[in-house]
């Protein structure tokens, strides 16, 4: 008899007799073939003589019998009330004080190490002596330069002009300036890597 009924009428019996869960959605992660949860009195036999029409849209499923669906309700509502107070209760600090000082620089106790102090110390001067090396590396390249080549890098590196610039400023062709600055950048990068 149930199955000379349309769809829209199958559908309205199903709601009331029936209901579903997306297995996907509800439990993320999930990785089953089946995608549909189905909580109901009826057997799975009952189902598809009844709904045949609205039973053939969530297949495959999964069949629960209505204490299993009680066990599920009560799971979700257990677990949205302790969001819920968790989120209203919830100390910004917490009461783990290795977690809190990690998070709140502000609350920690700053322990002065001598022995770290020291460290670092040895550090900045050991980058310090590494810096200072590095400059007096980096002049003994430029003065290996021939003077227009050397006037020339300076003036495009420090100063920032461009060759059209420079060659504006001494009265030659700009392409000989692109030139000489080339040949300096090549012969600085030679020099500085042979000392």
Known sequence: MTNKLTLTEQEELFAKDCKLINLKYE????TGDER????????VKEL?????????RYSPFVHLSIAQGEVIDDANRNEDKYAKRSSRTLDCYGYDDEMSSQFHKELAIMFDDP???????????????????????????????????????????C????????????????????????????????????L
């Open 48 to 56: 598809l003589e009844k709904y045949p029409l609205v039973i053939e």
């Open 159 to 194: 100063c920032g002009l461009s060759s059209r610039a420079i060659a504006k400023q001494e009265g030659v062709y700009y392409s000989s300036v692109d030139k000489s600055i080339a040949a300096a950048k090549k012969n600085f990068i030679k020099f500085y890597e042979n």
């Open 27 to 30: 439990y993320n992660g999930y």
């Open 115 to 157: 022995f770290e102090r020291a460290e670092e110390e040895r550090l900045e001067l050991e980058r310090e002596e590494l810096r200072q090396c590095e400059i007096r590396k980096a002049r003994i390249a430029l003065s290996m330069l021939q003077p227009l080549q050397r006037e020339r890098l300076m003036k495009n590196v």
């Open 36 to 43: 549909w949860a189905i909580i109901t009195e009826l057997s």
